[in-house]
């Protein structure tokens, strides 16, 4: 089956990056592919011909027809898999109301419901696949429900005061992290007295084992949520703040992760560079002015860490995957590991000798944590799957979230639905599209079968509403005919021009399986999220669970109301 990244002018580039020409078969008159390179350059531009609007619309019609799998012509193929999804519907209606041991949260950032679809094709596709028929192990998950995810202040949200919500449970400002919406971003002053807990120092109190795993830097909006508390997501190290912060004794979030909660367990991600004193040469980039230490206070962050953890216990700082795979994680109780100086490399960039996959850092994790018989709780982030969409790059952002679909799998391979809650979900949606009626089987990065009725050029499927993509040539938009876009740093065209393409202010999908999923149901407030998880998991100031779940009885809906508000006061320090 044919997976095509464009077709140009009786070329196309196949899945696997071989070239073929587009010919006429004896039945229809359909374009096919055949090994036969075309001999002639005339007329190409940049090794590839001008697209014709005709061929466009033939292969459309072509492939419409021809991608159409013989079994799903028969009704019954789609009954029987109605049925078959009926049936295990029908087994939901018993309940798991185990309590939660452990708590996973994947976090995909700016992965909107238009990202999660695109992805499924894609993952399809890398498997030789039409695409829209895959599942991804999030489908998989049997409760599905909607989150609102505007800030306090803001319609179209950040993720700074998103991961407020989803982790501490109070809803926040844009921009800041770990504190209520009386804190205005960039006022240090207004911080005190504000401080949110996280669902990740509920689960510390509680005695469980915690982590972080993320593919941005440890410092960043997300992982930031779970154990720091500031007026501004950009505060990394105390260079980026402002001397009037510094001077009412604001610390910055780098300072806040090796201070705030001292024992977190696992730490994965980038950032190293937040750690080291001003100009300290990058152990990876000693010649990456870039990559040297920021700090101005001219603390060693790793050496504080260290400094932290009981003698007897093994704990381990690593900097490159070869360090992390030799681990024996029966044998580590902490572990810190900084692969980047700031955020990881791409999935589809990523060094295979420095640089570990997001699932091999999970794996690592929860052979680590899930050594606690008290249970874990571990948060992961699929983070460069927004900065793939700001940058316009749909390729890279769409590989990114088809990686923390394998991680997502990769956890389930590891625990049980008995007595592990895992939560899928974003923090924000993006401006990104596809359509344009494309036929079966089309590539998620190909061309739509037609061209515009305006300016007559054609276009790609996928398009984001604002972005770096807008492009104007000769006073027309740019013909992708004349570039590569298939290309893994390919800038998608976009409506308005910005440097930045933006987030998107649209419900997002929360995905839920284990213990007290179906507590994730209908359209919730985004800072519903950590309750349930809390709750399934008997943390926190609600712990009605656990004594209902041991009687085998159920709760009175009025019992959970007081704890519950109990729990939005509660700060912890």
């Keep these: 089956m044919l997976n095509f990244e464009h077709y140009r002018a009786g070329k196309t580039i196949s899945a696997s990056g071989s070239e073929h020409q587009l010919t006429s078969t004896n039945s229809g008159h359909c374009p096919h592919t055949s090994s036969h390179h075309p001999g002639s350059s005339e007329g190409r531009i940049s090794g590839y011909t001008m697209i014709s609007p005709f061929l466009v619309l033939a292969i459309g019609t072509c492939l419409t027809n021809s991608f159409v799998p013989e079994k799903e012509k028969d009704p019954s193929y789609w009954r029987q898999q109605a049925q078959e999804t009926l049936k295990n519907a029908l087994k939901l209606q018993k309940l798991n109301t185990n309590v939660a041991k452990n708590v996973i949260m994947f976090l995909g950032d700016g992965m909107g419901v238009s990202t999660v679809t695109a992805a499924r094709i894609l993952k399809g596709q890398l498997h030789h696949n039409t695409g829209e028929e895959t599942r991804l192990e999030m489908d998989k998950f049997p409760f599905v429900a909607l989150s609102k995810t505007y800030n306090t202040n803001a319609q179209v949200p950040d993720s700074a005061g998103t991961a407020t919500a989803y982790l501490c449970g109070v809803k926040a400002n844009e921009g800041t992290v770990g504190v209520s919406a009386a804190t205005e971003r960039t006022r240090c002053n207004t911080t005190q007295g504000n401080e949110v807990t996280s ?6 109190d509680a005695g469980k084992s915690v982590g972080i795993v993320t593919t941005t830097r440890v410092n960043h909006a997300t992982p930031s949520a779970a154990y720091a508390h500031s007026a ?44 080291y004193p001003k100009n300290r040469t990058d152990v990876e980039y000693e010649l990456d002015e870039k990559a040297k230490g920021t700090r101005l206070d001219g603390l060693d962050l790793i050496s504080i860490w260290k400094s932290f953890k009981p003698r007897h216990k093994h704990s381990h700082y690593v900097w490159n995957r070869t360090e992390l795979l030799a681990l024996d994680p029966s044998r580590v109780d902490y572990l810190l590991g900084l692969f980047e100086p700031g955020d990881m490399q791409y999935e589809l960039n990523r060094n295979n000798l420095t640089d570990p996959s997001l699932s091999e850092m999970v794996e690592v994790a929860l052979r680590i944590l ?118 893994n740093n390919y800038q998608a065209q976009s409506a308005v021009p910005l440097r930045h393409e933006t987030h998107g202010g649209e419900d997002v999908a929360v995905f839920a399986k284990g213990p007290m999923a179906h507590l994730l149901h209908g359209v919730h407030e985004q800072n519903y999220i950590p309750h349930v998880m809390a709750y399934a998991s008997c943390i926190g100031a609600n712990l009605d669970h656990c004594a209902w779940a041991s009687s085998g009885s159920s709760p009175s809906p009025g019992v959970l109301l007081l ?8 700060t912890l320090f």
């Design 370 to 487: 899930t050594k606690n018989p008290k249970g874990f709780f571990l948060l992961v982030e699929g983070g460069r799957i927004d900065h793939g969409h700001h940058e316009g790059k749909a390729k890279q952002a769409l590989h990114e979230a088809v990686e923390m679909d394998q991680a997502i799998g990769k956890a389930g391979a590891m625990t049980s639905q008995k007595d592990t809650l895992t939560v899928v979900t974003a923090d924000h949606s993006h401006v990104f599209t596809f359509g344009g009626y494309t036929p079966r089987g089309n590539s998620i990065f190909g061309l739509a079968p037609m061209v515009s009725d305006t300016d007559k050029k054609p276009f790609t499927a996928i398009l984001y509403g604002n972005g770096p993509g807008y492009k104007v040539v000769d006073g027309e938009r740019e013909n992708v005919s004349m570039v590569d876009y298939a290309h």
């Design 199 to 204: 669902i990740l120092r509920w689960a510390k």
């Design 563 to 570: 704890p519950l508000a109990l729990l939005s006061l509660r």
């Design 232 to 275: 501004d997501r950009d505060w990394y190290s105390d260079n980026e703040m402002p001397p009037e912060a510094l001077s009412q004794g604001c610390k910055d979030i780098a300072y806040q992760l090796m201070h705030n909660i001292k024992d977190i367990d696992v730490i994965m991600g980038g950032g190293r560079k937040y750690m």
